[in-house]
């Protein structure tokens, strides 16, 4: 059994109040529904649940917040990038792939780098720049263990580029 320590009750009441400042917080913005729940007059069991979760939410989202400063601080550019492909998050992939200079890394990790540069346009279906990038790639690294990759995704690029332009000029012609 829990006992409880005096002034709970009392702690318990003013978490009951409604907040007399009216700005939304982050956690309100970033989840709206829950706020409007929360001010349609929810029971109060559903109440405590709705502010458990953000609790929990804001753990974590700061929790993440912590270990990305970390990795950029202790661990690499690259590691960060990786993450971030592994994730579909290929715009920032990009990005973090760009900030990366061969000074920043062993040359078999830069080449990586670039070839993945093109992947994430090929990813993002920029299919000009991806094969912008694989040529590139393809003409700074000739004799590298991922030409015949790159090879193949420029006919695989030109491929979906034929298509998906085909497919517009289609779907454009319909009424």
């Known amino acids: 059994m829990i006992k409880k320590k005096p002034g709970d009750n009392e702690k318990l009441k003013a978490d009951r109040k409604p907040a007399k400042d009216s700005t939304p917080s982050l956690l309100e913005k970033m989840y709206p529904m829950q706020n409007m729940i929360s001010r349609a007059g929810s029971s109060t069991a559903q ?9 929990q939410e804001a753990g974590l989202s700061e929790d993440l ?8 601080e202790n661990g690499s550019l690259l590691d960060l990038a990786e993450c971030f492909y592994k994730l579909c998050e290929y715009n920032n992939a990009l990005q973090t792939y760009k ?14 780098v670039q070839y993945q540069i093109a992947n994430c346009y090929r990813n993002m279906k920029k299919y000009d720049l991806a094969l912008s990038e694989y040529q590139r790639f393809i003409n700074q690294y000739p004799n590298g ?14 491929w979906w580029k034929s298509w998906s332009e085909k497919n517009s000029l289609v779907s454009s012609r319909m009424p």
């Open 65 to 72: 917040s912590h270990r990305l400063s970390k990795l950029t």
């Open 99 to 112: 900030l990366i200079t061969p000074t920043d890394t062993l040359l078999n990790q830069y080449i990586w």
């Open 47 to 55: 109440q405590h649940a709705i502010n458990d979760r953000k609790g």
């Open 145 to 158: 263990d991922l030409i015949e990759s790159a090879k193949w995704y420029i006919d695989d690029v030109m």
